[in-house]
């Protein structure tokens, strides 16, 4: 059987990214869409709860659990099936421990070679055994398309090149998903397929203009979102050694 998946998303849950539609409005547009397996993963925050699985079974959708992890400033991988302890992944180092403590996770490198400083410093390569696959993302057109090299790294290392939307808008979602074909709608049967390969991804390049207008918005929300972070660890660390115990 093949199941329409989409696997790398964000919602108002994300706490670095101003995103409007809930978790619920992100599972009735998948359902319109008719998407089957479905995973929400904000950035460096888990979500998955009972209720929202059973929300999205009740409109024949598998929500898979999942974050979007930093594993460095600049490196960011996806991890399905987590949980809520994969929040303190923020090292190559821990994310190795967390795979063989939760070898039924599965893990996705993402935007692998988009711009950015893992271009001339390759941790995905150097920390290859981490990975269960590779993401193909849905930002390339027929002259610019940054996926090729994520493609051959894929190739490989025999690892599955899985498509997604990393939807941050509704109306991004589904610009590239994948099908998965697995025994049934059942987690497990899913990560299996997903881990032996057995997909198709569903893409079309986006118009050249397009990714020309939106390349100088993403460097710059991905470098405000880098500076925001910085000054929130310093503040943090300020307040923390400017504390002072009074005694009564």
């Known amino acids: 059987m093949k199941f329409l998946t989409s696997l790398h998303n964000h919602t108002s849950s994300d706490p670095h990214d101003p995103i409007t539609y809930s978790d619920k409005e992100l599972i009735n547009h998948a359902a319109k869409k008719g998407v089957k397996v479905l995973a929400i993963t904000c950035h460096n925050h888990y979500v998955g709860s009972e209720e929202l699985t059973n929300y999205a079974r009740g409109k024949g959708i598998l929500l898979i659990h999942g974050t979007e992890q930093s594993v460095t400033p600049t490196r960011h991988v996806v991890?399905?099936?987590?949980?809520?302890?994969?929040?303190?992944?923020?090292?190559?180092?821990?994310?190795?421990?967390?795979?063989?403590?939760?070898?039924?996770?599965?893990?996705?490198?993402?935007?692998?070679?988009f711009p950015g400083l893992n271009m001339f410093n390759d941790l995905v390569q150097k920390n290859i055994d981490c990975f269960d696959g590779i993401e193909c993302s849905?930002?390339?057109?027929?002259?610019?398309?940054f996926n090729k090299r994520g493609q051959a790294l894929a190739k490989k290392h025999n690892l599955p090149f899985i498509g997604t939307s990393d939807t941050h808008s509704l109306k991004n979602f589904g610009k590239t998903h994948c099908e998965i074909y697995a025994k049934k709608l059942e987690l497990k049967a899913i990560l299996k397929a997903l881990k032996q390969g057995n997909i198709k991804n569903l893409t079309v390049p986006i118009p050249t203009w397009e990714m020309l207008i939106l390349m100088p918005f993403i460097v710059i929300r991905d470098k405000t979102w880098l500076l925001k972070e910085s000054l929130i660890k310093k503040f943090k660390g300020l307040k923390s050694t400017g504390e002072q115990v009074v005694e009564k």
Do not use: G, Q, V
């Open 79 to 113: 991890i399905l099936n987590a949980t809520k302890s994969a929040e303190n992944i923020h090292t190559f180092a821990a994310l190795r421990t967390y795979k063989k403590e939760y070898s039924d996770c599965f893990i996705l490198s993402a935007h692998t070679y």
């Open 138 to 145: 849905w930002w390339y057109s027929k002259l610019i398309n």
